[in-house]
């Protein structure tokens, strides 16, 4: 066991470091939330100045200790977030570069290595959220392609998305889980309708999409026909697994601002509140080892993390969610104010423990699949 | 010992609860939400006509003449159903301030900073002077901001009506849960036959009659501490309440159109007024040492 970075390591941090410092003093201002294509923009930009400079492709093909590294030091420089190319970065792309063929591989990575083309998820629908294996969407062939009819919820940025990873019925015939295809659908195809859906913090965060005669081409199906569900629970360990590592890391920026905040407005010396804050300290650093953790033993395996990432989902989604309670206890009554930033988190934070696969559903996920009890539900 | 509602008591209940759905059901909430900072006058003096401020006032003052528990009641009912404005101002000024008691006038007070419908407001008891509106989280409760507001010690029944109102939240996030819990199907059942689901609901009303009891005593006794306790309780059965009312409608509960969001953030809002939980806290610890626990 070793937690030091080896020369090669340190090389990169420091190199890393120095570009941010040059680099993030230029960036242009963000966008307000609301402002999506301005926020597409941004986030497609950030990611460009990446692969200009030769970090773009570090969640993919770097060693996962130097990927840890980047989430790291870009967090702590107060760098920029994925943003609208979450899904592409984390998900999406990880998914095509496990399963996709090589042409497949070279028709998508680059463009979103590149920061030209934002992704979206569209998994769930309205009767396949935990059940996602309910999924009604049909697809019938025809041809070259594929003709796609039914529709998709709670798809985030679907509004200025490029492409989306959809999965659809192809042979309703079959068990649930064997006639499921994976696809790569082009999101201006002729037939698609993005209804955008208000969230709860009051922003168009999701929408829905609905499908009508929607043409997708054959060559864009990764994995074969009807074995879309292994290629999905892929995607889904990608998800659940790393993508949100790079989080923790801001957690713990928040912390320590949060420290500063108290502080300064005198609830500092409330020792209940020092003693949550220190609490939370603890649950954020673990949380950082469980994610090196974690890559450190997928990488040892040479797999996707798997049912460990959804420990650290469950366990991540909820400190997040107190790490916002803890911060409207430091605000007092500014916590009901909207325009203090902690307030749309701690909002936003509510989302964690259903998106991705709520909570419950990944109690059951560690205890059937880690602790082998019985199937029950 | 005889803990239980009276016959009255129940009637008084009922009453405002079939007021409160037909005056502000669930289309009334809605265009609330939709039109925000907008008080309803006509259902303000509808409230007064019923009594809702004047209840404990005397008869003689042109009152109801009830007391405590009958008021806990009314604001548990008017928390089930998000009733909007500065409910318990109004009626703690009830008496003392000139229309109050019948609904005429709308008075807001400064409570630990902040000033609730200030706008809105014919009176505002306390020290508005500088105030700033903030963006309100709760889209139902326009806030503004007192510089310097430090908060005073609370009135213990504005304590005890925030706790009533809390406790309306709490009963009435678990019954929209286990509403859906019925409905909603998932893996070809309801979702409420999964046990992680079924105790989700179960420790919500496990919380929501824990407060109950805590709130009505406190409002039969009347004693500060007890009234601290109702409001811890009835606080958290809320505020976990709410966010397990969330958990429980999954992505259908993130979106603005569900209506479980407002009851969260109106529970927020409540934990905020009349010197928030620290100082109820506070109250049940200094208890222990002053040998009146
Ligand atoms: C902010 C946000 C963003 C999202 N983004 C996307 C996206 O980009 N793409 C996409 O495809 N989807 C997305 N989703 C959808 C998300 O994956 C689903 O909401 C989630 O899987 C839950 O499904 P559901 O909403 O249908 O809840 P339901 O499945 O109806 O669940 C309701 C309740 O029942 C519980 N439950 C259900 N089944 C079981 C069981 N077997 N055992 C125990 N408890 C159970 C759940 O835990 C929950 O508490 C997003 C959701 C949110 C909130």
Request: aromatic content about 6%.
């Amino acid at each position: 066991m070793d937690l030091s970075d080896t020369p090669e390591e340190e090389e990169f941090r420091a190199r890393l470091r120095e570009w941010l410092a040059k680099t993030l003093p230029g960036l242009p201002p963000k966008p307000s939330p609301d402002d999506w294509p301005g926020r597409r923009a941004y986030d497609l930009g950030w990611q460009r100045r990446l692969y200009d400079a030769g970090y773009a492709d570090v969640h993919w093909d770097a060693s996962p200790a130097t990927r840890l590294i980047f989430l790291e030091e870009t967090e702590k420089a107060g760098a920029p977030y994925v943003g609208a190319n979450f899904v592409g970065l984390l998900h999406a792309g990880p998914t095509i570069a496990a399963e996709g063929t090589e042409e497949q591989r070279e028709r998508w990575l680059p463009p979103i290595l590149r920061g030209e083309e934002v992704w979206c998820q569209g998994f769930s629908e309205p009767d396949a959220g935990s059940d996602l294996a309910a999924l009604r969407t049909r697809a019938w062939r025809d041809g070259d392609d594929y003709v796609v009819t039914g529709s998709k919820i709670w798809t985030s940025h679907a509004e200025v998305a490029d492409w989306c990873e959809l999965l659809v019925r192809t042979d309703p015939e079959a068990p649930r889980h064997r006639g499921i295809t994976w696809l790569a659908m082009p999101m201006d195809a002729p037939g698609i309708t993005v209804r955008p859906l208000r969230t709860l913090a009051g922003s168009a965060e999701f929408a829905e999409v609905f499908l009508d005669e929607v043409r997708v081409p054959a060559v864009n199906r990764v994995g074969d026909e009807n074995d879309g569900w292994r290629v999905t629970l892929v995607t889904l360990s990608f998800e659940r697994g790393t993508a949100f590592a790079g989080e923790v890391v801001a957690c713990r920026r928040v912390l320590g601002e949060l420290a500063v905040e108290a502080r300064e407005n005198g609830r500092w010396d409330d020792p209940a509140l020092r003693r949550r804050l220190g609490r939370l300290n603890a649950e954020f650093r673990a949380l950082w080892r469980l994610t090196q953790w974690n890559v450190s033993a997928a990488q040892a395996s040479g797999s996707v993390p798997g049912a460990a990432g959804s420990v650290f989902k469950l366990r991540y989604s909820h400190a997040r969610q107190e790490l916002y309670d803890a911060a409207a206890e430091v605000l007092g009554a500014d916590c009901l104010d909207l325009d203090r930033p902690w307030t749309l988190d701690r909002l936003s934070s509510l989302s964690y423990t259903i998106a991705a696969g709520t909570s419950q559903i990944q109690h059951s996920i560690i205890a059937e699949r880690i602790l082998g009890l019985p199937k029950g539900r | 010992m005889r803990f239980r509602l009276t016959d009255d008591q129940r009637a008084l209940r009922d009453g405002t609860r079939q007021l409160l759905v037909r005056r502000f059901g669930g289309e009334a909430l809605r265009g609330a939400v939709e039109s925000p900072g907008r008080l309803d006058r006509a259902l303000w003096r509808a409230l007064g006509e019923a009594g809702f401020f004047a209840l404990r006032l005397p008869e003689a003052e042109g009152g109801v003449g009830l007391g405590l528990p009958e008021a806990v009641l009314v604001f548990e009912e008017a928390g089930r159903v998000l009733l909007p404005g500065p409910l318990a101002a109004t009626h703690l000024a009830a008496g003392v301030v000139p229309g109050a008691a019948t609904g005429e006038a709308v008075v807001s007070a400064v409570d630990g900073g902040l000033v609730e419908w200030l706008a809105q407001a014919d009176v505002v008891r306390g020290d508005a002077a500088g105030a700033v509106p903030m963006r309100s989280l709760d889209p139902l409760t326009p806030l503004h901001r007192v510089p310097g507001g430090a908060a005073a010690d609370p009135a213990p029944v504005a304590v005890l009506l925030t706790a009533a109102e809390q406790l309306g939240t709490a009963a009435r996030v678990c019954e929209l849960a286990a509403q859906h819990a019925r409905a909603r199907e998932q893996f070809g059942r309801p979702v409420g036959a999964f046990q992680a689901v079924a105790h989700l609901c179960a420790g919500m009303l496990v919380r929501s009659e824990t407060a109950r009891a805590a709130v009505y005593a406190a409002a039969v006794t009347g004693d500060p501490v007890d009234i601290a306790a109702a409001r811890l309780l009835a606080d958290e059965a809320a505020v976990r309440g709410a966010r397990d009312c969330l958990q429980v409608h999954g992505g259908m509960g993130f979106t603005w159109e569900s209506e479980v969001h407002l009851h969260l953030k109106r529970a927020w809002v409540r934990t905020q007024r009349a010197g928030g939980v620290t100082q109820s806290e506070e109250a049940l610890a200094a208890a222990l040492t002053a040998g009146t626990a």
